[in-house]
């Protein structure tokens, strides 16, 4: 039986680091991310926990000491946003081409400039393809349940890369909702302990780490790198059941909500799928058969998986609370429109761009796309396939 609590988004990812225990955490404060190591390091000054916490002097500086204590042996995490991930940016690929399972949470927030400290995903987007495995979360519990799986995920033989965990900042992290916590010797017996095969400090077996990588080698070393992300498709899954049998929840590369017989449907990945769920079960009971695929897992992209699931709609709208300024649509339009080709689904599909910033997305708003997509399955006509919600002017 868990535990029934009331946190908010932060307060549940600390506590998922205390039951964790790892054995160090360096961190530098950025809003909205900054009382994750905030409280924690309050467990680590009253003893819940024995971890090396790092007070480093910069967000670059944080991922560095995490990288240097994955490698000696040691089970390392931290947490940032926007700008601070962007201030790690060299150390976030040398991280992944390293094969060091760091988990990171990351607590969405837009980056710069101009300066805005609220929630939309432009810093998670600009390290989509940077080698790390990439979780979303609706809410707090899904932020809280997926860094309990984060490190069974990260640490597989199979695996070997890093994982960043992200939620909305302010929207969940600073959020208070109910929350079902994981009993802590069930955490700690779930995450297991870290025993990696090749690290520094073993004086059985000399080696060194991060050498110059040049045409010989590099082309080699990323092919294993992609290859790592390809299986962490079946390890994400097999985690997911172990966790859903000591749980109950259940958890896949992506939610289907009232999807199975729907005829219009948005495809969307954290807060807003809450948002969105109200709205379809409003539209259902209007007659209105729409659905939503709430993406849970954006790296490694379920490709095929996508594609099977939408390919009895009629439509798609497909949200991107972050601009590529690539005249082409959002990063989960693009991947999502390139599954639905490479496997043969054909069916109508626009985009939206929308939250930059922080701007709220309303139901009305969600709302309107749907009524959108009723008339793009009618006519199967779109005029514009990159569209804007909430925009003035």
């Known amino acids: 039986m868990g535990i029934r609590e009331r946190l908010s988004g932060n307060e549940a990812a600390s506590i998922a680091m205390k039951q964790i225990n790892p054995d160090v955490v360096a961190a530098f404060p950025i809003t909205p991310s900054t009382e994750i190591p905030q409280y924690f390091s309050t467990f680590v000054n009253n003893g819940s926990v024995d971890t090396e916490f790092v007070a480093v002097e ?46 990171m949470s990351l607590v969405n927030r837009a980056v710069s400039g101009p300066l805005n400290i609220h929630n939309d995903h432009s810093d998670a987007m600009g390290v989509r393809d940077a080698g790390w495995i990439m979780l979303f979360s609706e809410n707090n519990q899904e932020a809280y349940d997926n860094l309990i799986m984060a490190h069974r995920i990260a640490e597989h033989k199979d695996v070997l890369l890093p994982l960043m965990v992200c939620q909305d900042g302010f929207i969940t992290s600073h959020s208070i909702e109910n929350i079902e916590l994981v009993e802590d010797d069930k955490v700690k017996n779930f995450v297991g302990k870290y025993c990696p095969e090749h690290y520094l400090l ?25 290859e790592a992300m390809i299986n962490s ?43 969105t769920k109200y709205v379809v079960d409003a539209l259902r009971k209007q007659g ?35 601009d590529s300024l690539n005249a082409a649509g959002g990063a989960l339009f693009t991947d999502v429109t390139s599954a639905m080709h490479i496997n043969n689904v054909n069916i109508p599909a626009v985009n939206y761009i929308y939250g930059i910033g922080g701007r709220d997305t309303k139901a009305d708003d969600i709302e309107s796309v749907y009524h959108d997509l009723e008339e793009i399955a009618k006519t199967g006509n779109i005029t514009n396939p990159y569209r804007y919600m909430g925009l003035r002017g």
């Open 288 to 322: 209105v058969k729409a659905g939503l695929l709430k993406v849970r897992v954006f790296r490694p992209f379920p490709a095929s998986d996508i594609a099977k699931a939408l390919s009895c709609v009629k439509a798609v709208a497909i949200l991107d609370k972050a």
């Open 58 to 103: 910069s967000e670059h500086s944080a991922m560095s000491a995490c990288i240097g204590a994955e490698a000696a042996g040691a089970r390392a995490m931290t947490a940032t946003s926007a700008n601070g991930l962007s201030y790690m940016w060299e150390m976030i690929y040398i991280a992944s081409s390293m094969r060091l399972p760091i988990v």
């Open 233 to 275: 498709k079946k390890v994400i899954l097999e985690v997911a059941k172990d966790f859903e049998k000591m749980t109950g929840r259940k958890y896949s590369f992506f939610e289907e909500y009232k999807l199975d017989d729907a005829e219009i449907a948005i495809v969307c990945m954290n807060s807003t799928a809450g948002t």
């Open 202 to 226: 073993n004086d059985k077996e000399p080696i060194s780490m991060g050498p110059l990588d040049v045409q010989s080698y590099l082309f080699e070393h990323k092919r294993q790198q992609a």
